[in-house]
């Protein structure tokens, strides 16, 4: 069963407006959550983490939330640009486990022009 | 700036055949991985190595077998390929797989195709 589940599956937006992705979990002992954003062809690459012991970090445009009583996070991409066009996944794993990320089923997120 | 790489980008092969997949870390990084990402973008870790030691091996077919020779690389051979070993194989480092908030650094993946 996942572990970590992403909504939506796909999403389009509008260049200039805000792009809300959204993560659950199920295991309690998870306590560092990265978000990866994919291009075509290309592997993830780290975009922006969160450890539980914060509700906000934010980089840029790129905001990502943590609730740790509803066991939740969302990304929030302002201003969002045809160039944020990709998958996004999100990841969960625990501090002193096995070297073992599991990751969302991913958004595939479409900004059009 | 590409730092994990992985040869060959693509492989067409029959249902039977042997193949085997490269991956090359120049980040100097102790923990190397491989991920399968099927038809649906779904990425699930296969393997992962610390310091030429295996120290994860999900359940997968045993016809899977990683090989590393030294930190810096990790290959992947199957044996036999089935049609459902359709998928892009991603390779990754990072500095340290013991569970603390390390990055993961992915290469461009080898796409398998399965005839």
């Known amino acids: 069963q996942q572990q970590v589940r992403q909504s939506p599956q796909s999403l389009t937006v509008w260049e200039g407006g805000t792009t809300v992705l959204t993560c659950s979990y199920e295991?309690?002992?998870?306590?560092?959550f990265p978000w990866y954003q994919q291009f075509p062809g290309e592997g993830p690459a780290l975009l922006i983490s969160?450890?539980?012991?914060?509700d906000k970090k934010e980089d840029g445009r790129f905001t990502t939330f943590f609730n740790k009583r509803e066991k939740k996070l969302s990304l929030h991409i302002i201003d969002s640009q045809p160039g944020d066009s990709a998958t996004y996944f999100c990841?969960?794993?625990?501090?002193?486990?096995?070297?073992?990320?599991?990751f969302g089923e991913g958004t595939k997120l479409t900004v059009s022009s | 700036e590409t730092a994990v790489f992985q040869t060959p980008n693509y492989h067409v092969t029959q249902v039977g055949n042997e193949v085997s997949f490269n991956c090359k870390q120049t980040l100097g990084h102790d923990t190397m991985y491989w991920y399968k990402q099927d038809s649906k973008k779904l990425l699930k870790i296969m393997f992962s190595?610390?310091?030429?030691?295996?120290?994860v091996n999900e359940t997968v077919p045993r016809r899977f077998s990683p090989q590393s020779s030294d930190k810096a690389h990790l290959n992947l051979r199957i044996k036999s390929v089935e049609p459902e070993d359709s998928a892009v194989y991603l390779c990754a480092s990072s500095y340290f797989g013991g569970g603390c908030a390390e990055t993961l650094y992915f290469g461009s993946g080898t796409r398998l195709t399965v005839l």
């Open positions: 295991d309690s002992t998870f306590n560092y």
């Open positions: 190595y610390n310091n030429k030691q295996l120290i």
């Open positions: 990841a969960a794993s625990a501090f002193g486990g096995s070297a073992k990320l599991i």
């Open positions: 969160i450890l539980s012991v914060s």
